[in-house]
T-cell receptor
């Protein structure tokens, strides 16, 4: 049972435009969400996170939106740059004593074309 | 220098061989993790350790064992490698201290192929 879903395996956008990556989750116990970026031959790199008490978190060109009622979050990248081309993983974790455990989506490959 | 390092970066081995993957970190984090990633799948947790004396199984621990030699070192062993253990393996660390978010930081990965 996949608790974190990234339904788009890939996304292609033009440089300078907005990239929107989506993530859905099924477990209402998740209270903290993270996005990781992964380049080939490298490990995932932490990008941005959001707590369930917020609906938006912004860091430079990256903004994550959380819609708890829909169990949906999205990552917006504005403006997109060719160096943003990578696989993006959405991850979620529960609060309380098991807050170590991250559940990952399968990832979305973003390609930003010059 | 990288905060989380993994050795080897690539390894090809044969079915039945014992193999060890090593992870070292200079971040000073107490928590360390081992994940594997298969093509088209997200990362899945194999083992995790909250400190040197604390080792716990993750969701896919069968066929694997770990050793936490020091705060900075966490090794993953495959006692008798099999082809379906061919995957990318990632080590991660995190800091659960008050005021920290316990965000996990990953090493560069080890690509393991079992023939």
């Amino acid at each position: 049972d996949q608790q974190v879903k990234q339904n788009s395996p890939s996304l292609s956008v033009q440089e300078g435009r907005i990239s929107i990556l989506n993530c859905d989750y099924t477990n209402s116990m998740f209270d903290y969400f993270l996005w990781y970026k992964k380049y080939p031959a490298e490990g995932p790199t932490f990008l941005i996170s959001i707590s369930s008490i917020k609906d938006k978190n912004e860091d430079g060109r990256f903004t994550v939106f959380l819609n708890k009622s829909a169990k949906h979050l999205s990552l917006h990248i504005v403006p997109s740059q060719p160096g943003d081309s990578a696989v993006y993983f959405c991850a979620a974790r529960k609060g309380g004593g098991s807050n170590y455990k991250l559940t990952f989506g399968k990832g979305t490959l973003l390609t930003v074309n010059p | 220098d990288a905060d989380v390092t993994q050795t080897p970066r690539n390894r090809i081995t044969k079915t039945g061989k014992r193999i060890m993957l090593e992870c070292s970190q200079t971040k000073g984090h107490d928590r360390m993790y081992w994940y594997r990633q298969d093509p088209g799948l997200g990362l899945r947790l194999i083992y995790y350790s909250f400190d040197v004396k604390d080792i716990n199984k993750g969701e896919i621990s069968d066929g694997y064992s770990v050793s936490r030699q020091a705060q900075a070192k966490f090794s993953l062993s495959l006692e008798s490698a099999i082809p379906n253990q061919t995957a990318l393996y990632f080590c991660a660390t995190s800091d659960p201290s008050p005021g920290r978010t316990d965000t996990q930081y990953f090493g560069p990965g080890t690509r393991l192929t079992v023939l």
